[in-house]
């Protein structure tokens, strides 16, 4: 499993692709919004950044296909590394088979059924962004729903990659790399979370004290 960042705060990218951990940045306009800037200003800071798959969302007001289409268009010149993030609907469907015709790479996001990811990946996705956080929010398991979209698009020798997001901890990192899910997104402060142990830090400590005990600083 591979792993993108789910953020658009560019401090949190440098230090997350600085170790070396991933190859792709997810954003959405909530997350434009919360980093205060302008979209294309920061889409073009974080291509600077991570040379791998930036996914930029088409505008959150922007509904019909033909508007998406040409936002969409727009949000793939800014860099070759760009991957328009369209919303699962009717609209997005059909935006997203004509983005893919001229070869835009898309990113269909909001998939909260196995239905809404196999119609995408038919319609020509490069990625679906399944949300199992905000599932298990309303109390639906969201890895049943990963796990669904494997297996689908498994059997169905489908290669749209499956992008697990809206993820919450270092558990549904696991579970969904234990699936064979091609990605997870995953925002700065998981990241952390999955490489803390205190076994490690005790472990650093006693590893320093013993080596000062006997040869100093
Ligand atoms: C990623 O593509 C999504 O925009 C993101 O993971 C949503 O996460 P949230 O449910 O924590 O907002």
């Known amino acids: 499993m591979r792993f993108f ?3 658009a705060n560019v401090e949190d990218i440098k230090k997350a692709n600085d170790m070396g951990v991933i190859c792709g940045v997810t954003t959405n306009p909530s997350l434009i919004a919360k980093s205060g800037r302008q979209f294309e200003d920061v889409i073009k800071e974080i291509t600077s950044i991570v040379d791998g798959a930036i996914s930029g969302e088409v505008k959150a007001t922007t509904t019909d296909a033909e508007g998406m289409i040409k936002e969409g268009r727009e949000i793939a010149k800014i860099h070759p590394n760009m991957v328009v993030k369209i919303p699962t609907t009717v609209e997005g469907l059909k935006a997203t ?18 239905t809404q990811a196999l119609l995408a990946a038919r319609a020509g996705a490069t990625y679906v962004s399944p949300f199992l956080g905000r599932l298990d929010d309303i109390s639906q398991n969201g890895l049943d729903l990963i796990a669904d979209i494997v297996e689908i698009f498994e059997a169905g020798g489908i290669d749209t990659q499956i ?9 549904h990192v696991i579970e969904c790399a234990k699936m064979g899910a091609d990605i997870a997104t995953i925002p700065y402060n998981v990241i952390e979370q999955m490489m803390n142990h205190p076994l490690t830090d005790q472990g650093i400590a006693k590893f320093q004290a013993d080596y ?3 040869f100093g600083e």
């Open 97 to 114: 088979k004509v983005l893919s015709s001229e070869g835009v790479k898309t990113n269909l996001t909001l998939v909260f059924n196995p």
């Open 163 to 171: 992008i697990c997001a809206s993820v919450r901890n270092p558990i």
């Open 212 to 214: 000062k005990a006997v």
């Open 5 to 7: 960042l789910d953020t």
